[in-house]
């Protein structure tokens, strides 16, 4: 079955960098689009990054371009996202996700949290 892992999360100062990793199974990763989500305590789940199948068209909601990078790799089956000069705000648990066959699919999430 289609299985989505993420890790990375922690808690980091203002202004520090973090790399979000999301390892799938159970579907042939290299012909769909990944998405990364979050989430903040008492908010509704957020949109953060998408990226095609082939890894050369990707998305971002404004509030993190030109700060987070969402990559590939499908010899690893793994979406990553880089966080670099992170803010307070960015503070919530990330999620990796695939549309698979019309049905979405969520990994467990992994917590960044930025504080100084």
């Not at 203002?14 to 290299?30: D, E, I, N, T």
């Not at 989430?39 to 199948?53: K, L, M, S, T, Y």
């Not at 648990?93 to 019309?102: D, H, I, L, P, T």
Request: proline share 3%; aromatic share 14%.
């Amino acid at each position: 079955q289609v299985q989505l892992v993420e890790s990375g999360g922690g808690l980091v100062q203002p202004g520090g960098s973090l790399r979000l990793s999301c390892v799938a199974s159970g579907f042939a990763f290299h012909i769909y689009a990944m998405n990364w989500y979050r989430q903040a305590p008492g908010q509704e789940r957020e949109w953060v990054a998408d990226i095609n199948a082939a890894g050369g068209i990707k998305k971002y909601v404004d509030s993190v371009k030109g700060r987070f990078t969402i990559s590939r790799d499908n010899y690893k089956n793994t979406v990553y996202l880089q966080m670099n000069s992170l803010k307070p705000e960015d503070t919530a648990v990330y999620f990796c996700k695939v549309r698979y066959y019309a049905s979405d699919y969520w990994g467990q999430g992994t917590q960044v949290t930025v504080s100084s």
